[in-house]
């Protein structure tokens, strides 16, 4: 068991929701991330059903009032946070590269990529407060240049400009963060979960969210001795 809590965007359901249900399985408190109150609710009530320390918060990570709220919220009931998982994302459409609209592109960037940056800031002061606190970005293997790039790997054919660009930006993201963070005790990965069955990708994944979210767990869990700036594939470091 741990005193520790986590915030988890994006946590409703799926790769974000198995996160919170395994990390809640360990004894930490979980902030459940959701953007819509509902079907928050009722993700939470799952939770609490398993013995989970679970606590629903109104998280959409794309606004700025709702992103501070949410950060006023943890810091009034607990004062400090000590995980912090940035999960929620969304794909945009799988347009031809040469075509695919710049409001859509921007719709993107303010999910995955605007979105992780906003939610860090706003809950620094409550993750330096923990004195030792991860901050987990969800990536993906698609915003790998190394895996893009290589004609012989699956993800060559891949060619999605808004989202596989929006994840070389969050690794890019995470190595910023990691450097300045640094000297708070605060460490900033990012985790590729792996195609994984869920609606993002209309199930068509290979992958379990109970393998998607085990890094993402390890991650979460590390000490002070961890690793930090680092982007990681089942447990192993990926290539960035
Ligand atoms: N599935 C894969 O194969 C795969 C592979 C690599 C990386 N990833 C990454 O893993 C993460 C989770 O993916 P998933 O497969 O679990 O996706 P998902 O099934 O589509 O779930 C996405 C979650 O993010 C939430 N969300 C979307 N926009 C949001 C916003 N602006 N503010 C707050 N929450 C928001 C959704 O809320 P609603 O329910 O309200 O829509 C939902 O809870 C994403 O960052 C994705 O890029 C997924």
Redesign the pocket.
Known sequence: MTNKSVLI????????YETARQLGLLGYRIWL????AE?GAIAAQKLSAEGIDVRVIA????DDESVKNAAATVSAANGKLDVLIN?????GSYTAPGAQELSEIETVYQ??VF?PIRTTQAFLPLLRASGQANVVM?????GSLTWLSDPAHPYHAVNILAYNSS?TALNAITVSLAKDFAKDGIKVNAA?????K????HHT?YRTVEQ?ADTIVWLAGQDASGPTGGFYFERSQAPW
């Open positions: 965007t994006g946590a409703n359901k799926s790769i974000g991330g959701s953007r819509d079907r998280i959409d990570v794309a999960n929620a994302g969304i794909p999910t995955n979105g969800i990536s993906s293997g698609l994840k590729d979960p792996g195609y994984t869920t609606d993002f990708n994944g998607a």
